[in-house]
């Protein structure tokens, strides 16, 4: 393995610097049927090896699966690229045996308690940055931001992170003790944190990490509409992922491809490319299960769309074009980004 380094960016005033893009490690273990471990390994040994610094998981993912492969991959990674890589994690999700959701839990004893699984699950010392996932309703966000606080104290965690809260939420972290990162779905599909979610993070010099920038596979250009969706695969209830408002979205796509074909690269690299034309403050996480489409994620890098190009895809996809929630309406209920 020879590590390089890719573009990086910092991530909030206080945040860590990263690189531009993040590998989003989902897949690898929920959400979107089966995945292959030996691939899902060497996916991230490709990344690392690529310069990829920022590796996102969550301790619901796959209820601890997920951070136990990340684990065996930065155990078996080169030491460089090893010491390079930084952990970034979600918590907070309750989960029934099933594997249901089942509610969120942000009380401080909860957070330590998470962590501490996380840390020994991880093999590491300490995270690079912790969140909760979701906002707990019946808990103040203080209280949550407060115990994270702690943690960074004694030496567990180094940076805040939040997931999927709103403007006020955000300024009474931000309020509470450092905030690195806010993580929210942003794609050219999904821009309601535009408004004010947006500038808020900026005016509190807090970063962005996008996650869902290819809608979940759906403007990668691979998602095909007669595709066959494993049991508990979170597309197949997916409202953009249904019937006419899968036809309108896949419609869309294709006047991206034809922006695409005129540039020489591909859907996915253009939807990525945009996300990342959009800020330094911003860091698309990208949720590749394979090198292969690692390595079409990373060529994203390359590309620079000027003002023309711009225009072009925002004509291809106005800002409210999609049909259908980004969610779910039992799981849009749980998004304080969203009230
Ligand atoms: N904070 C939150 O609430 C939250 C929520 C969801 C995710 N996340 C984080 O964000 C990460 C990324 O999210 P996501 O996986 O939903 O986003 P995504 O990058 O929009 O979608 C990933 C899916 O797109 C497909 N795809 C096709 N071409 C690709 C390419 N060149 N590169 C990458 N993927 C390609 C893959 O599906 P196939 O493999 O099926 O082709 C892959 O599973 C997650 O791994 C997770 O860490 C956070």
Redesign the pocket.
Known sequence: MTTVSLPTRVLGAGGPRVSAL???????SA???E?DRAESIATVHAALDAGVTLL???DF?GMGHNELLINEALRTAPAAAREQALT?V?FGALRTVEGAFNGVDGRSAAVKNFAAYSLQRLGTDHIDIY?I??LDPDVPVEETVGAIAELVQAGHVRHIGL??VGAETLRRAAATAPISDL???Y?LITRGMEAEILPTARELGIGV?A?????????????APDRALAPGD?RSLSPRFQGDNLRHNLALVEELRRIAAAKGV?V??IA?AWVLSRGEDIV???????R??????LGALDITLDAGELAAIERAVPADAAAGDRYPADQMAHLDSER
């Open positions: 993040g590998l989003g490690c989902m897949g690898m959400l979107y049927g995945a996102d998981t969550g993912y970034s979600k969140r996932a979701r997931s999927e993580q929210i779905e794609s990490t996650y869902g920038v290819l809608s979940r596979g759906l403007i990668s250009g691979h998602f979170f591909t996915a690299q990525i698309p996480l990208i949720g590749a299960r394979r292969d489409r690692l390595t079409e994620a």
